[in-house]
C-alpha cells in the first residue's frame, strides 16, 4: 500500500521577506562601498591630472626642440594656480595645446614653464607642481610633478 501524500505544490520565487532581507543586505553593503569609491575616483582625477600635466610638458619639449626656440607652458589663470587648465604656446606666440579646468582637484606650482632649443627648462632649479584633491575629508594621496634641469618630467606619489 502507498501512501500518497497531497501537499499543495510551492510556486516558485521569492517571498516578500526574503525580497526585504536581500534588500537591507546590499543597501548595508552599498553603504559601506561608497566612501571607498569615492577615494577611488578622486585619486582615478589626480592621476588623470597629472598625466595630462606630463604629456603638455612633454609637448612642449619636443616643440621647442622642433621649433627651435622657447616654448612656455603658462596656466590658463595666470597665476600660480594649474586646475582650472593650461595652454602651451610657441616661439611664435602661437597656441600649440591647451587643457581645459579639473573639478575638486588643485593643481599649485610656478607661473610658467620654459623649455629652450634644446629641450631643457630654463629654470636653474628643480620646477614642481603638486596635484593634490580639493576635498577636505579625503585621505587620497597627492602627485609630485617634477622638472629637472635636463627638461625630463617625472611623477611620484606623495607631497612635493
Do not use: H
Amino acid at each position: 500500500m502507498s501512501i500518497r501524500r497531497d501537499l499543495p505544490r510551492r510556486l516558485a520565487g521569492f517571498t516578500m521577506i526574503e525580497l526585504l532581507v536581500a534588500m537591507v543586505i546590499v543597501g548595508i553593503l552599498a553603504s559601506l562601498a561608497a566612501p571607498s569609491f569615492k577615494d577611488m575616483m578622486l585619486d582615478q582625477r589626480i592621476k588623470s591630472a597629472s598625466f595630462d600635466i606630463i604629456a603638455a610638458l612633454t609637448l612642449a619639449r619636443s616643440e621647442a626642440i622642433k621649433q627651435n626656440g622657447n616654448v612656455t607652458l603658462t596656466p590658463a589663470s595666470g597665476s600660480g594656480e594649474w586646475a582650472g587648465g593650461w595652454t602651451v604656446t610657441g616661439p611664435d606666440a602661437a597656441v600649440i595645446g591647451a587643457q581645459g579646468t579639473y573639478a575638486s582637484i588643485t593643481i599649485t606650482g610656478p607661473a610658467s614653464i620654459v623649455y629652450n632649443r634644446t629641450g631643457r627648462s630654463t629654470s636653474a632649479t628643480i620646477v614642481t607642481l603638486q596635484v593634490a584633491t580639493s576635498v577636505p575629508s579625503s585621505t587620497v594621496s597627492p602627485r609630485c610633478l617634477s622638472v629637472g634641469v635636463t627638461g625630463q618630467p617625472k611623477s611620484v606619489k606623495g607631497n612635493c
